[in-house]
């Protein structure tokens, strides 16, 4: 949501940011035209863009700055349902860094007067070198925008010279000064806070999609071992049966051998089942070959060392740890070794830890969920009275903590 008419008493810019610059500018009267479907910008498709509202006085110094995020479809054109109200949240901003006019109005994902739009905002970066704070000031130094800036009319204020009143108003300065160096560093916390949060998002999501990957290939090379093993055992039977049938074909050979040396067609019979038998045999050896090349991929796969600098380098080498939650246990650091064991089935691996089998620790996990009477009559009406819940696993004894005390057994 942008009112493209320029307030009378300053000026307004769009400023897009692309890592550690400012890659275009606007003023918000042609951000508005964007909005509103007018034009495009090719080089924005499918893009989800940072910029910033950048509200100046008539002497061009900072007044507001509004952090927020817009997306760019396919063909270059802002998302039709952003809504963001940025002008409205500038006049509502908490004071920021001073940026040359005094402290100006800030709004970011971690300083939002409105909660319903955090998400829609992001926070600047204020590391050394990167500060997107002094890279705004140098554009709106650079004023490739041409605004109009005037200059501030000198006023005749009469000073007192005595030291009793200077000494007040250089204290109040050296408090101001303080109290906007004390502002500027809880914004870098509160915005490292988010980078860090970001990051450990990423991480996870990334973690996630390794782990499904790998069991997925695990997944395929297991039913390609099956489907082998499979057909080894069909080739073994049909191997069996004509083996059979070549010692059948010997037995009735050795009770005819004068009759079956005078048909040439029995001895052209017996050629084929000779030559049949051997390159059944040669197929079992190709198929016993096949069998020992997958399992040796297979345990490969299974031994194989992590890619270099990925997450699951950082957790074998215990740079980076997965720590898992369950009642009873508490805090767990799973061991590299048992990541796919956890990721199996995690209610097992927590009741293994807690020295129990998986029903009873769902027995009392029940119970400590939801603390009350598991009785049901003959009816099938189930008592729910409150009860005293037992936080440790090892204490519960089911039928007897679980019930309260008229229908314990």
Same mark, same amino acid.
């Given at each position: 949501m942008v009112n493209a008419g320029q307030a009378a008493d300053g000026y307004s810019a769009v400023f897009f940011m692309e890592g550690s610059q400012v890659a275009r500018q =606007?003023?918000?009267? $042609?951000?508005?035209?964007?909005?509103?479907?007018?034009?495009?910008?090719?080089?924005?498709?499918?893009?989800?863009?940072?910029?910033?509202?950048?509200?100046?006085? !008539?002497?061009?110094?900072?007044?507001?700055?509004v952090f927020f995020r817009i997306w760019f479809d396919d063909e270059g054109r802002a998302d039709s349902h952003w809504n963001v109200p940025i002008e409205a949240l500038a006049e509502k901003g908490a004071k920021g860094p001073d940026m040359g006019g005094g402290a100006i109005?800030?709004?970011?994902?971690?300083?939002?007067? @409105?909660?319903?739009?955090a998400q829609e905002l992001w926070d600047p970066d204020m590391t050394p070198g990167s500060n997107h704070f002094q890279l705004i000031r140098k554009a709106v130094e650079?004023?490739?925008?041409?605004?109009?800036?005037?200059?501030?009319? /000198?006023?005749?204020? !009469?000073?007192?010279?005595?030291?009793?009143? $200077?000494?007040?108003? %250089?204290?109040?300065?050296?408090?101001?000064?303080?109290?906007?160096?004390?502002?500027?560093?809880?914004l870098r916390i509160k915005t490292l806070q988010s980078v860090h949060r970001d990051s450990l998002a990423d991480l996870q999501r990334e973690h996630r999609l390794e782990m499904q990957a790998l069991r997925s290939e695990m997944s395929d090379l297991e039913q390609r071992y099956e489907r082998t093993r499979i057909s080894n055992e069909q080739l073994k039977q049909r191997l069996a049966q004509r083996n059979e049938q070549y010692l059948s074909m010997q037995e009735k050979m050795a009770e005819g051998d004068a009759r079956q040396r005078k048909d040439v067609h029995a001895d052209a019979e017996t050629v084929l089942l000779h030559e049949q038998l051997e390159r059944k045999q040669r197929e079992l050896e190709l198929r016993d070959d096949k069998i020992?090349?997958?399992?040796? %991929?297979?345990?490969?796969?299974?031994?194989?060392v992590p890619p270099e600098d990925s997450l699951l380098e950082q957790l074998q080498?215990?740079?980076?740890?997965?720590?898992?939650?369950? +009642?009873?246990?508490?805090?767990?650091?799973? +061991?590299? @070794?048992?990541? @796919?064991?956890?990721?199996?089935? +995690?209610?097992?691996?927590?009741?293994?830890?807690?020295? =129990?089998?998986? !029903?009873?620790?769902?027995?009392?996990?029940?119970?400590?969920?939801?603390?009350?009477?598991?009785?049901?009559?003959?009816?099938?009406?189930?008592?729910? %009275? !409150?009860? =005293?819940?037992?936080?440790? +696993?090892? /204490?519960?004894?089911?039928?007897?903590?679980?019930?309260?005390?008229q229908h314990r057994s």
């Open positions: =606007m003023r918000l009267s $042609e951000f508005g035209a964007f909005l509103d479907g007018y034009v495009g910008l090719s080089d924005l498709a499918e893009t989800d863009v940072r910029a910033v509202l950048v509200n100046l006085s !008539p002497e061009l110094t900072v007044r507001s700055l109005r800030l709004v970011c994902r971690s300083q939002c007067p @409105d909660p319903a739009f650079a004023n490739a925008l041409r605004f109009q800036k005037v200059e501030p009319e /000198e006023e005749n204020i !009469p000073v007192l010279t005595a030291a009793s009143v $200077e000494q007040p108003v %250089e204290d109040n300065r050296d408090r101001a000064r303080v109290a906007q160096i004390l502002r500027e560093q809880r020992v090349a997958l399992e040796q %991929e297979n345990h490969e796969l299974r031994h194989q080498s215990q740079s980076v740890f997965l720590v898992a939650y369950h +009642p009873g246990v508490g805090h767990i650091t799973l +061991p590299y @070794d048992d990541i @796919d064991t956890y990721f199996g089935n +995690p209610v097992a691996y927590a009741a293994e830890r807690c020295g =129990m089998n998986e !029903p009873a620790y769902k027995d009392w996990l029940a119970h400590y969920e939801h603390p009350v009477c598991r009785h049901v009559d003959s009816d099938g009406n189930a008592c729910g %009275e !409150p009860i =005293m819940r037992v936080t440790q +696993p090892a /204490e519960f004894q089911p039928g007897v903590d679980d019930h309260c005390e």
